[in-house]
DNA sequence: GCAAATTAATGATTTATTCAAG
DNA sequence: CTTGAATAAATCATTAATTTGC
């Protein structure tokens, strides 16, 4: 993985230096129960720590709490502007051709929008051409299939606009009728409706509990059209 | 940590039962570098679990990736309808009292995306009134400032439509430009500016390093001005 | 009074946009 | 100008309110 990144990591409730006027504490405990929120709730100290290197190993796998939304801009807030990216690492995933290859085979394959099972596998598997880290297989998928499709829907229309009037109005524009292509391979039933679930999952590594039935489903129904570019 | 959560699981590359007519490998090397998917990475063994009663206190926080796309429906493309929920756990949080409560006095309290390591000592805190995992608290926060502003949209535009040309074009819809309240007590610099930065954070536990200069930023700005209902 | 039927809220996902590094 | 990264808007799907018929 390539990590790098920054990061201004955040220490923990330390009281530390509450800014001029700031009442220690909010104690909401008026309605219900008598919960009242803890200092440690309210103020932090948020300190940016140094431009951390990015240990060739550092793949601790902390693994990225989805709403691991940094915000670093709290920082900003004070005075310090903290660019954080500083020194060492670059800043953003660089995919090599390799990975690159590997993630439109797959995408070509059918995959959209992998779960996090497989996005730690395919991580896994383009961390040897590369650094890499999840979020980047996660937002590549992301970002590949809509501007793939919006390249489609930009063709579409090209394609309307030049044979003029050949068909009247057909597949053009279900929401996502546009990528009528091949593509989809799986994925094809159950297109339309928004399927549920997402977060949750993440097999809890033993996995002893019951293991009743398997129904050992196929992931990857990808046919090999492709084999190569 | 807190978390719990349900889960169909996903194992692993296990070639359980590959199904009627799949290549064995896709071996896309045919470019660059030698690389060629390994099985592992085109078919696995995805099998729900026995419904998960949930723990109470199965939370192992194995911390659910950002990019923990389930896509359950992958199962779906079979033909077990495996309604995850199954038994036991209800499908979605359903917030108590407290926690709203609490919730909204973050907000209130300027605060508005909060990081991970919020998200994470938020989660812990209201954990002590009901079930509740770190994602929970995400997307509260971004569906209740989404509707937040969207409620103060529309009663801009009553306001508008009622006092009729009072004031020429004022304040109202610099793209959120709404809240013009209140609220964003902190964030308030920065706002038309999209903040960089957000994944990469979540500091290396330990924590070693060279831990030059500490600013201490103060996360919480919040003015208890409300106090109480 | 209560349970099926509707509606209103709001939790959870996905899609569209925007920002900015290279 | 391409594309990785991040956020906001739009949607979908459940659950709690509530209404309605008995």
Chains 1, 2 share one sequence.
């Not at 398997?214 to 990808?222: C, G, H, K, M, R």
Request: some cysteine.
């Amino acid at each position: 993985m390539r990590l790098h990144h920054f990061h201004v990591a955040y220490l923990d409730k330390a009281a530390g230096s509450p800014p001029p006027s700031s009442p220690p504490s909010i104690s909401l405990a008026s309605q219900s129960s008598s919960a009242a929120i803890p200092l440690a709730l309210q103020q932090y100290c948020l300190r940016p720590l140094a431009p951390k290197i990015s240990f060739p190993e550092a793949r601790k796998m902390v693994v990225l709490p989805e709403f691991a939304r940094v915000r670093n801009a709290s920082s900003r807030l004070l005075n310090c502007t903290v660019q954080v990216p500083t020194a060492g690492g670059t800043t953003r995933w660089n995919p090599s051709p390799d990975q690159i290859r590997v993630l439109e085979v797959l995408y070509r394959g059918g995959m959209r929008t992998p779960n996090s099972f497989q996005i730690e596998q395919i991580t896994e598997e383009l961390g040897k051409y590369g650094r890499i880290e999840g979020k980047n297989v996660f937002y590549w998928f992301q970002n590949h299939k809509a501007r793939e499709r919006q390249k489609q829907k930009r063709a579409a229309l090209l394609t309307l606009n030049t044979t003029a009037s050949t068909l009247p109005v057909a597949a053009a524009e279900t929401k996502d009728g546009v990528e009528t292509k091949k593509e989809q391979a799986c994925e094809d039933a159950s297109s339309r409706k928004r399927r549920f679930r997402t977060w949750d999952d993440v097999d809890h590594g033993g996995g002893g509990d019951a293991a009743t039935d398997d129904v050992t489903l196929e992931l990857f129904p990808l046919r090999p059209q492709g084999k190569a570019s």
